[in-house]
Nanobody
């Protein structure tokens, strides 16, 4: 069965950086485009960033362009989200999931527990 395990969240002050990791098991990882999503307190889940199967192409929500960088290491079955210049509005639980490349929706409605990022001002 597919497992999605997010990690790396924590408390950081505005302007700081974090790197999130998403470990994927139970599938042929390199076959899938992957995405990061986030859910702020009391709000719905929104798309953040996507990456194709090889890691050669990426796309982002306008709100995070230039600050957040998605990458992947297929040998480690892991996708990363490097977060720089963090702002309070980035505070959310962050999730990873499969995507159809270019889409801002997940391929399936199956989620891990996420990892919480809290940005203080």
């Amino acid at each position: 069965q597919v497992q999605l395990v997010e990690s790396g969240g924590g408390l950081v002050q505005a302007g700081g950086s974090l790197r999130l990791s998403c470990a994927v098991s139970g599938r042929t990882f390199s076959t899938y485009s992957m995405g990061w999503f986030r859910q702020a307190p009391g709000k719905g889940r929104d798309f953040v960033a996507g990456i194709n199967w090889s890691g050669s192409s990426t796309y982002y929500a306008d709100s995070v362009k230039g600050r957040l960088i998605i990458s992947r290491d297929n040998a480690k079955n892991t996708v990363y989200l490097q977060m720089n210049s963090l702002q309070p509005e980035d505070t959310a639980v962050y999730y990873c999931n499969t995507v159809h490349y270019g889409s801002t929706d997940p391929s399936v409605d199956y989620w891990g527990k996420g990892t919480l990022v809290t940005v203080s001002s």
